[in-house]
């Protein structure tokens, strides 16, 4: 006689009385909390190997005793992400007032240095996103954000600055290790931001299942940046993709569904996910990604 499986077993459970049914029996809740976010071969079995049943919900993750921001990123570099949301009125001076800022922030040595800058072409518009690098961590951003406080020159430029915003915010992230670092591309390309906010404790299997999907997307040298929030707006991931027009996205994005994995990426992704914002981008005269 077979042994029955865990799925036989479920399903003869399910289908008994309407009695039992009706009790919110353990059994029952326990496998609705399982599918949606436990491996069940953390559900009280010990050390033995996960079943094929298991791995049918949910892929195990290894998620270690170092904080998250160690595990996924080198932490000797952080980034800052600005999104200024410009009167439209004053988009044109606005971009060359910010021009004028980033010779400043050279001139002034304060250790910052711009990764890329955009304004929003479908999404939010009249948004304006800046991507600033600290190399050498947090006390490099210490030290600017002092300079940036206090210095003269910088005091009068907020004051002309801030007549132009209905809004402004910002985000320190950290830098995926198995992302690229930014290059610089040939001029003529438009940029995709998609920001992902995340379940709360999901971010370390997120970046597994990346580190294993991430190399999908390299054929066409698109992926440009990976990030994470660390402080600012938590549990979310920040990608930047770069492509010629918007039918060479299509054409990249379709392409990569032929490749084995690429589907399993997406499966395993998806679940994690609360909310999905996608920005197209244009280069701003001044970033150094074109």
């Not at 029955?4 to 309407?18: D, H, V, W």
């Not at 170092?66 to 595990?71: F, L």
Request: net charge positive; aromatic share 10%.
């Amino acid at each position: 006689m077979a042994v029955p499986t865990k799925a036989l077993l479920l399903r003869k459970t399910l289908s008994l009385s309407p009695a039992l049914a009706k009790c919110h029996c353990p059994v029952i809740q326990l496998s609705r909390k399982v599918s949606a976010s436990v491996p069940l071969s953390q559900s009280g079995e010990g050390t033995k190997k996960p079943s094929i049943f298991s791995k049918l919900f949910v892929r195990e993750v290894e998620t270690g005793k170092e904080p998250q921001s160690k595990a996924l990123s080198d932490m000797e570099n952080v980034y800052e992400i600005i999104i200024h949301s410009v009167k439209p009125e004053c988009m044109e001076a606005y971009l060359k007032q910010f021009g004028t800022f980033v010779d400043l922030m050279k001139s002034k040595d304060t250790g910052a240095s711009l990764v890329g800058s955009w304004t929003v072409e479908i999404g939010d518009q009249d948004e304006a996103i800046h991507v600033w690098k600290y190399e050498g961590g947090y006390p490099v951003l210490n030290d600017a954000t002092y300079i940036y406080r206090t210095d003269k020159d910088f005091i009068d430029f907020r004051l002309q600055r801030n007549k132009m915003l209905r809004a402004r915010r910002n985000q320190i992230v950290l830098r995926f290790s198995f992302w690229p670092e930014p290059v610089q591309k040939d001029p003529g390309n438009i940029y995709e931001m998609r920001t992902y906010t995340l379940k709360p404790g999901t971010m370390i299997e997120w970046g597994n299942i990346w580190q294993r999907g991430i190399k999908h997307r390299m054929s066409g040298n698109e992926a440009i940046a990976g990030y994470f929030s660390h402080i600012g707006d938590l549990h979310q991931v920040h990608h930047f993709w770069s492509y010629k027009s918007l039918q060479e996205r299509k054409e990249i994005r379709e392409s990569a569904w032929v490749n084995p994995g690429w589907d399993e990426t997406v499966a395993y992704t998806v679940p994690l996910i609360r909310t999905l914002q996608s920005r197209i981008l244009v280069p701003t005269p001044f970033s150094p990604l074109k």
